[in-house]
């Protein structure tokens, strides 16, 4: 049952140190400020999971958080590498850490037979591909009816799924608008699931029926984070912040330039600088 908490106690309740852990969005919607908090209280030993890694895992990974990243892509959006993922994986530094690649449909599966309480998913896919030679967990299966061979991956069942929403109500339930993606599987497929909003409304009235939303008894924590998507967008609020994606590429290039942003814009600030990063882009 969804209890509302500060962003800081919403993190430390649910997130433990060797959890699985998906952070989910889809272009938009990303839950930068529940990661940021999750560096700032320093839980490592992570298996994080994300159908599109980008410079939010880039941060974790670059803080040491990170132990294997289990994933479809990789890279930060419409500019190029997660350069500190690939230091990771090239140098081992902080650490070294594993990868599992999947395709994105591999993984919207896995987090849907995770939700339905499956122990796999079973689809067509991965003809033809090179990933079944480097990816053991991908597999094959034989339909029982009509002797076609099927792909087969383990279901994602995250520890804790984190997403970032519009809005929640007064009761709990949470409202998710614009590109969905994965979070409604991510979510319904963890053990224990954290949102960040935008804003907390009485109720939904009003609203079409056909709306995503997940309800109240899904969802165990809700923290109130104005702009806790930036620099991605959430659609109805503010837009994509280009220029932070674009400025990432330099600052994470460098070990020493990447510890000093991490240290000014996460390390010593909360999540109440989302509100003012988010000013000029509505």
């Given at each position: 049952?969804?209890?509302?908490?500060?962003?800081?106690?919403?993190?430390?309740?649910?997130?433990?140190?060797?959890?699985?852990?998906?952070?989910?969005?889809?272009?938009?919607?990303?839950?930068?400020?529940?990661?940021?908090?999750?560096?700032?209280?320093?839980?490592?030993?992570?298996?994080?999971?994300?159908?599109?890694?980008d410079i939010v895992y880039d941060q974790m990974i670059g803080m040491g958080l990170a132990k294997k990243v289990i994933f479809s892509y990789a890279g930060n959006p419409g500019v190029g590498l997660l350069r500190r993922m690939r230091d990771a994986i090239e140098n081992g530094y902080p650490r070294a850490i594993e990868t599992v690649e999947h395709s994105h449909s591999a993984m919207a599966q896995a987090y849907e037979?995770?939700?339905?309480?499956?122990?796999?998913?079973?689809?067509?896919?991965?003809?033809?591909?090179?990933?079944?030679?480097?990816?053991?967990?991908?597999?094959?299966?034989?339909?029982?009816?009509?002797?076609?061979?099927?792909?087969?991956?383990?279901?994602?069942?995250?520890?804790?799924?984190?997403?970032?929403?519009?809005?929640?109500?007064?009761?709990?339930?949470?409202?998710?608008?614009?590109?969905?993606?994965?979070?409604?599987?991510?979510?319904?497929?963890?053990?224990?699931?954290?949102?960040?909003?935008?804003?907390?409304?009485?109720?939904?009235?009003?609203?079409?029926?056909?709306?995503?939303?997940?309800?109240?008894?899904?969802?165990?924590?809700?923290?109130?984070?104005?702009?806790?998507?930036?620099?991605?967008?959430?659609?109805?609020?503010?837009?994509?912040?280009?220029?932070?994606?674009?400025?990432?590429?330099?600052?994470?290039?460098?070990?020493?330039?990447?510890?000093?942003?991490?240290?000014?814009?996460?390390?010593?600030?909360?999540?109440?600088?989302?509100?003012?990063?988010?000013?000029?882009?509505?």
């Amino acid at each position: 049952m969804a209890k509302f908490l500060s962003l800081a106690d919403a993190v430390r309740q649910n997130l433990h140190t060797g959890d699985t852990v998906a952070f989910e969005g889809f272009t938009h919607l990303i839950p930068h400020a529940a990661a940021h908090e999750a560096i700032r209280q320093g839980i490592a030993d992570l298996t994080l999971l994300r159908m599109t890694p980008d410079i939010v895992y880039d941060q974790m990974i670059g803080m040491g958080l990170a132990k294997k990243v289990i994933f479809s892509y990789a890279g930060n959006p419409g500019v190029g590498l997660l350069r500190r993922m690939r230091d990771a994986i090239e140098n081992g530094y902080p650490r070294a850490i594993e990868t599992v690649e999947h395709s994105h449909s591999a993984m919207a599966q896995a987090y849907e037979a995770g939700a339905s309480g499956l122990p796999l998913a079973v689809f067509r896919g991965y003809k033809g591909a090179g990933l079944p030679a480097v990816n053991p967990d991908i597999r094959t299966v034989t339909c029982p009816f009509t002797g076609e061979e099927l792909a087969a991956v383990p279901a994602h069942r995250p520890d804790v799924t984190f997403i970032h929403a519009q809005k929640a109500s007064a009761k709990g339930d949470v409202l998710v608008e614009g590109i969905v993606g994965v979070q409604k599987e991510a979510a319904l497929a963890a053990k224990r699931v954290v949102v960040t909003v935008e804003e907390v409304v009485p109720d939904f009235k009003g609203l079409h029926p056909n709306l995503c939303i997940l309800p109240h008894w899904t969802i165990d924590a809700i923290a109130v984070v104005p702009g806790g998507a930036h620099p991605s967008y959430a659609h109805g609020y503010y837009v994509r912040d280009n220029a932070a994606y674009l400025d990432w590429d330099g600052i994470s290039a460098d070990r020493d330039a990447f510890a000093a942003w991490m240290k000014a814009n996460v390390l010593e600030v909360g999540p109440e600088v989302f509100a003012s990063r988010v000013e000029g882009l509505k």
